[in-house]
């Protein structure tokens, strides 16, 4: 949960002073001294005042064969007020 707010966050201060429509990235997830464990995938689509943000993060090496190959998405969507992203949905 605390990947997916810091994401957003991140996707609210890139848009905020950019103005881009549309924003992609992969992001490595570590652990301590298990190191890279996963990856994510997230994603920011913007049209006028509406947004889409959506993250998928799946396990690597050994912790996806310990987490049976486990995959999360998340995706939420609403508008913008005053730079701000308010959500209307969150699945």
Avoid: C, H, W
Avoid at 3 to 21: K, Y
Avoid at 45 to 59: C, F, H, L
Avoid at 84 to 90: G, M, T, V
Wanted: glycine share 6%; no cysteine; net charge positive.
């Amino acid at each position: 949960m605390k990947l997916i707010l810091t994401l957003l966050l991140f996707f609210t201060a890139v848009f905020a002073e950019t103005g881009v429509r549309t924003l992609k990235a992969e992001y490595a997830i570590s652990y301590a001294i298990f190191g890279k464990i996963g990856k994510a995938d997230a994603s920011l689509r913007v049209d006028k005042n509406r947004y889409i943000a959506t993250i998928s993060a799946q396990a690597t090496g050994v912790a996806k064969i310990m987490s049976n190959r486990r995959i999360e998405r998340y995706k939420s969507s609403g508008i913008i007020v005053n730079g701000r992203l308010e959500p209307l949905l969150f699945t």
